[in-house]
């Protein structure tokens, strides 16, 4: 199993930007499909981006243009950049890595976007 440790959240004023990372442990990392999701009380975990081991990406519709998902595998980290932010993103922010069988979450940051 890949361990998952997410720093960077925090609190900001709309219009601000923070960036997240997500270090891996184990050897599977640069093999697996990293993902970012998000979720605020009482409400679903939803899937903010996601970035393949060939470095292929994607976006929720809520965050494009605006957050941009990158890894770097010397690092064992994927990134989340996330530039004029609102009150609604919110949330606390999970790191996912996927491989084969493989499936493992980390344990969260807090990102308060003010307004």
């Known amino acids: 199993q890949v361990q998952l440790v997410e720093s960077g959240g925090g609190l900001v004023q709309a219009g601000g930007s923070l960036r997240l990372s997500c270090v891996a442990s184990?050897?599977?990392?640069?093999?697996?499909?990293m993902y970012w999701y998000r979720q605020t009380p009482g409400k679903q975990r939803d899937m903010v981006a996601w970035?393949?081991?060939?470095?292929?990406?994607g976006y929720a519709d809520s965050v494009k243009g605006r957050f941009t998902i990158s890894r770097d595998n010397a690092k064992n980290t994927v990134y989340l950049q996330m530039n004029n932010l609102k009150p609604e993103d919110t949330a606390v922010y999970y790191c996912?890595?996927?491989?084969?069988?493989?499936?493992?979450w980390g344990q969260g940051t807090q990102v308060t976007v003010s307004s």
């Open positions: 996912r890595a996927i491989y084969l069988a493989n499936d493992s």
């Open positions: 184990g050897s599977i990392f640069r093999l697996s499909t």
């Open positions: 970035v393949t081991s060939g470095d292929s990406r």
